[in-house]
């Protein structure tokens, strides 16, 4: 509906908001703008961890925006339930509606974003460069459009061509950090070591505890050090489904809040492969 009333905002921008009206003593004024749209979508909203006033107020405004069957859309760096500092029936609320991990893009996809991004700038981009930043960029959508910013300007900069040698020259300095990285073959190699089992048991289909979970912390790491999606992680680990390396990511979690010996392993190897 082109009339309809949306609002973005991300969650720094909610507490600003937040903070702004209690100095102004305008909170009237605030309730009145938030509770009266049609869709609210709020980005980051860990950022309201331990921040009262803030999520008392959030919470006044799911409830309205609820009862008034409109809708919310919420983006988080966790699950809900794994949110530290905030107020619990704010994630029993999150918890009403549907959860979707959304992981990097495949390559594929990514190759349509760097496209797509092109053309809207009105640029014709070989699809060799495409391809090349879409292989070398793999955590999100921001960090692809910053590097084809890069090859763009250097290329303008320069009075060169777009060319896949200007590329690889704009982004040097991204690949010379992506070539740091850490890598899925050196987490299955240090934690087979560590837990004194052959990196062939990382891909083996075997299910003995001796081996899973040594298996499940090497997912886990390299879901926390690399830019690789579920799926990607998935198949470096003898082509397991993404829902196996996400159950794996689970348990790892939810042992190290319990089990200190597992937490402090989990810690050392995390330093190993960090150098």
């Given at each position: 509906?082109?009339?309809?009333?949306?609002?973005?905002?991300?969650?720094?921008?909610?507490?600003?908001?937040?903070?702004?009206?209690?100095?102004?003593?305008?909170?009237?004024?605030?309730?009145?703008?938030?509770?009266?749209?049609?869709?609210?979508?709020?980005?980051?909203?860990?950022?309201?961890?331990?921040?009262?006033?803030?999520?008392?107020?959030?919470?006044?405004?799911?409830?309205?925006?609820?009862?008034?069957?409109?809708?919310?859309?919420i983006?988080c760096?966790?699950?809900?339930?794994?949110?530290?500092?905030?107020?619990e029936?704010?994630?029993?609320?999150?918890?009403?509606?549907?959860?979707?991990?959304?992981?990097?893009?495949?390559?594929?996809?990514r190759?349509?974003?760097?496209?797509?991004?092109?053309?809207?700038d009105?640029?014709?981009?070989?699809?060799?460069?495409?391809?090349?930043?879409?292989?070398?960029?793999?955590?999100?959508?921001?960090?692809?459009?910053?590097?084809?910013?890069?090859?763009?300007?250097?290329?303008?900069?320069?009075?060169?061509?777009?060319?896949?040698?200007?590329?690889?020259?704009?982004?040097?300095?991204?690949?010379?950090?992506?070539?740091?990285?850490?890598?899925?073959?050196?987490?299955?190699?240090?934690?087979?070591?560590y837990?004194?089992?052959?990196?062939?048991?990382?891909?083996s289909?075997?299910?003995s505890?001796?081996?899973?979970?040594?298996?499940?912390?090497?997912?886990?790491?390299?879901?926390?050090?690399?830019q690789?999606?579920?799926?990607?992680?998935?198949?470096?680990?003898?082509?397991?489904?993404?829902?196996?390396?996400?159950?794996?990511?689970?348990?790892?979690?939810?042992?190290?809040?319990?089990?200190?010996?597992?937490?402090?392993?989990?810690?050392?190897?995390?330093?190993?492969?960090?150098?």
């Amino acid at each position: 509906r082109p009339q309809a009333r949306i609002r973005y905002s991300h969650a720094e921008q909610y507490v600003t908001d937040v903070v702004r009206a209690y100095q102004q003593k305008s909170f009237d004024e605030f309730k009145r703008y938030y509770h009266s749209l049609d869709l609210l979508l709020i980005d980051d909203i860990q950022f309201f961890s331990n921040k009262g006033r803030t999520q008392e107020e959030f919470f006044y405004a799911f409830n309205a925006l609820v009862e008034a069957h409109k809708q919310i859309v919420i983006t988080c760096d966790t699950y809900p339930k794994e949110i530290a500092g905030m107020e619990e029936r704010l994630i029993s609320r999150f918890g009403w509606g549907l959860t979707v991990a959304i992981e990097p893009p495949e390559l594929e996809m990514r190759v349509a974003i760097v496209l797509k991004k092109a053309e809207a700038d009105s640029i014709e981009l070989p699809e060799d460069i495409a391809f090349f930043i879409a292989k070398h960029i793999r955590s999100n959508v921001r960090e692809l459009e910053g590097a084809l910013k890069k090859v763009l300007a250097f290329s303008r900069f320069n009075g060169r061509e777009l060319s896949l040698d200007l590329a690889k020259e704009a982004l040097r300095d991204i690949l010379n950090v992506a070539s740091r990285q850490v890598s899925v073959e050196g987490i299955q190699k240090t934690v087979a070591e560590y837990f004194k089992i052959k990196v062939s048991d990382m891909h083996s289909k075997k299910r003995s505890r001796n081996l899973a979970r040594p298996r499940q912390v090497a997912m886990a790491l390299a879901k926390d050090l690399t830019q690789m999606s579920l799926p990607e992680i998935g198949e470096a680990f003898g082509n397991r489904d993404h829902t196996t390396v996400l159950h794996a990511c689970r348990t790892i979690a939810s042992l190290r809040k319990q089990d200190t010996g597992l937490n402090r392993d989990y810690l050392i190897l995390e330093q190993v492969l960090k150098g």
